[in-house]
């Protein structure tokens, strides 16, 4: 596998499931990134991790639970979603060295939740 | 709020003509990313622009940077029904020594007619 994969790449799910979408990224990078893309709203970010640590929520409700074990796996764990989260959930990856220039990030294929 | 706003949102063009998309944002930043994604497919970067008056070139496209008038162009060259897509720009307002945060704007969805 080679630069960061999505699993599962569909999900359908009931309000009172618990489900985990996982992201991995084979590019070496220290930066995993969690996005939201709706239809007709922009892209969102989620979470983000640097180094493992998270350093971004950006508001995202409780029943959102994101984990980062590792600098190359991202988990974000789902549990009494509402039908408005179903979306397309976006992983990325970019190499972050503390404030210096970055490269850019680089997107997993996403999964598509669709929430009953 | 940080606002980064595209337009067109909806593109319809014939092949061999030209045309820009433009991309204003609201707040500092020296910054910018232009991607492609395709229908059901995920983000696939096409240029990073880092400082004010970057132009980058790549095929039938040419992105460039403005960071005092906060604009950044994507400019289409002879269009080919390949370069069908959604195409977004995304800002950087990363704090000092923070993550990199991407600010997306919704898209300008591109299609190429022959």
């Known amino acids: 596998e080679t630069g960061v994969t999505q699993t599962p790449r569909h999900l359908v799910m009931g309000m009172t499931n618990k489900k985990s979408l996982k992201c991995e990224q084979h590019l070496g990078h220290n930066a995993m990134y969690w996005y939201k893309q709706s239809a007709k709203k922009p892209l969102e970010l989620m979470f983000v991790?640097?180094?493992?640590?998270?350093?971004e929520n950006n508001s995202v409700p409780s029943r959102f639970s994101p984990e980062c074990p590792n600098s190359s796996h991202l988990f974000l764990h789902l549990h009494t979603l509402q039908p408005e989260d179903s979306a397309l959930y976006l992983c990325a990856s970019s190499q972050s060295t503390g404030g210096e220039i970055q490269e850019t990030q680089y997107f997993g294929p996403g999964t598509r939740l669709l929430v009953l | 709020e940080l606002k980064v706003e595209q337009n067109p949102l909806f593109l319809s063009m014939q092949e061999g003509k030209n045309y820009t998309i433009y991309c204003n944002y609201s707040?500092?930043?020296?910054?910018l990313y232009w991607y492609r994604q395709d229908p059901g497919k995920s983000l696939e970067s096409l240029f990073v622009l880092l400082s004010n008056g970057a132009v980058k070139q790549e095929g039938r496209l040419m992105a460039s940077l403005d960071t005092k008038a906060r604009l950044s162009t994507l400019h289409i060259t002879a269009a080919v029904h390949d370069l069908s897509a959604t195409y977004f720009c995304a800002v950087d307002i990363s704090f000092q020594g923070g993550s990199e945060k991407l600010v997306f704007g919704k898209g300008t969805k591109l299609t190429v007619n022959p």
């Open positions: 707040t500092t930043s020296d910054r």
């Open positions: 991790y640097n180094f493992k640590e998270q350093t």
